[in-house]
Each structure stands twice: as C-alpha cells, then as structure tokens.
C-alpha cells in the first residue's frame, strides 16, 4: 500500500479550460451589461455615508408616525387577504396540476404551463396590471398578491402531492375508491403538512412583495417610501425603511414559530 499524497487539484482538461474561459467570458459581459464601473464602487460609499447622515435620525414626529402606521396596517391587509385567497384558490388549481391525481397529462401540462408563467411576472408587473383594470388602490395589490400566490402556492402544493407516500391512495384505489375520493381521503391528508409550511412561506413572500406595490399606485406603505424619497424627506424615507424591516422580520419570526407549532402537532 502506497501512502501518496492526493494531488490538491486535477489537470484541467482541454475542454474543462475552455468551459472554465466560456464562464469567466459570460461573467465579464454581464458585468458589462450591468454597467459595472470601479469609478462608482469607490464614490459609493461617501455617497451612502451622506445619505445616512441625512437620514438619521428618522423622522419620529407623532403625526407622521400615525400616517405611517396606518399604511403600515394597510399593507399587511393587502398582503394577508392575498395570501389567504390565494392559497384557497391554489388547492383545486394544484389538483389539475398534480400528475396521476385528478386529471390527465394533457391537463397537467397545460396547468403547470400556466403556474409557470404566473411565477414569471413580477408581483410588481401584476400590481401594474390590475392597476390599469380596478384603478388605483389597495384592492389592485391585492389582486396582484392573489395571483401570484397561487403560481407559488400552486406549483408546490402540486409536487407535494406528487411526492406523497403512495400507500394509502393504492389501498384505496384498489378498492374501486374513485380518484376525487383518493384524493380527499389519502393523498391531501398525508401532503397537509407541508402544505402549511408552503403556504406560511406565500404569506411571509405576500408581506415582503406588499410593501414595495404602493410604488406603483396598489397601495400600502410603499407609497410613502416613494413620496419620502421624491421629495428628498430622507429622515421620513427612513421611517419607512425601518418600519418594513421590523414588520417583515416578525413576520418571518412568527411564521417560523407557527411552522414549527402546527407541523410538529400534525406528526
């Protein structure tokens, strides 16, 4: 028995150079795309210390604090009525999606296919469209947080169907259990779990997107973050920033907790 040293790296081969050469290539155009320059890197920080010593300390006059909350309360009704709405809506959806559930391939194609492209606009595009078909509001973000809850929600209560333990839906199958009666009684009871923690992680995703859909007229305190840095009021911009920090932060906190309180019950 030989006691070799392993060599620290391989011989790279010729085309694992050129793809190495490809990569830094694709790297180097993108930042050239993206606008990359060292000139701003440097003056960046003078620039954001100015900022900050602009900002600070944050405007916390009573008035503007009430304003502030308000809008504060505003979009986490924005994001929960959304959240809410959009997980509900997102079972049946789910259902079609599935494959081998409820519906055939050509279905399920067709379902996926349209959840795919609900994920791929921003909540952002779709705050802007419901804007132009309700008008200016709360109920445009809403709207906005329910459609793209249930391409979120909707895609992954499908795989975790799918994933599901094929036990008990076979027993039942076998039987002569019709598919919908499989489905409410084996396959949705054993996916429950982690279709709470699917649905905890939309209403953390609903909070974070509500707070930025005011920038485009769907209500909230976004808005206020838009007014604060238009009229140059950075002690009030920073209000803003600091009251999203903490409501998301809890938010995240307390989803976290009512994930671990209601999955470990339900096992």
Do not use: H
Request: hydrophobic content about 55%; aromatic content about 8%.
């Amino acid at each position: 028995m030989t006691n070799r040293t392993p060599a620290r790296m391989e011989r790279v081969s010729a085309l694992g150079f050129l793809g190495y050469a490809l990569g830094l290539a694709l790297m180097l155009w993108c930042l050239a795309g993206a606008g990359f320059s060292l000139d701003k890197v440097v003056s960046a920080p003078p620039r954001f210390a100015d900022f900050v010593s602009r900002a600070f300390p944050p405007n916390l006059e009573p008035q503007v604090l009430s304003r502030l909350g308000w809008k504060m309360v505003e979009t986490l009704q924005i994001a929960v009525a959304g959240a809410v709405i959009g997980v509900i809506l997102s079972l049946p959806v789910a259902l079609l999606a599935g494959r081998g559930l409820i519906a055939g391939p050509w279905v399920n194609q067709v379902v996926r296919m349209v959840l795919g492209f609900l994920r791929a606009v921003p909540d952002i595009a779709w705050a802007l469209v419901f804007v132009v078909a309700v008008g200016l509001g709360p109920f445009a973000g809403m709207l906005a947080i329910v459609v793209d809850t249930i391409g979120f929600c909707g895609r992954f209560f499908a795989d975790d169907m799918e994933s599901v333990d094929k036990g008990p839906a076979e027993s039942l199958t076998a039987t002569g259990a019709r598919r919908i009666d499989v489905v409410a009684c084996a396959t949705i009871p054993a996916a429950m779990p982690a279709f709470v923690s699917t649905s905890l992680y939309a209403l953390e995703k609903a909070v974070r997107s509500s707070t930025i859909l005011g920038l485009v007229g769907a209500g909230g305190i976004g808005i206020e973050l838009k007014v604060g840095f238009d009229l140059f009021d950075y002690p009030t911009a920073f209000t803003v920033i600091l009251m999203i920090a903490v409501v998301v932060i809890g938010i995240e906190q307390l989803s976290g907790w009512a994930r671990t309180k209601i999955i470990g019950d339900q096992r």
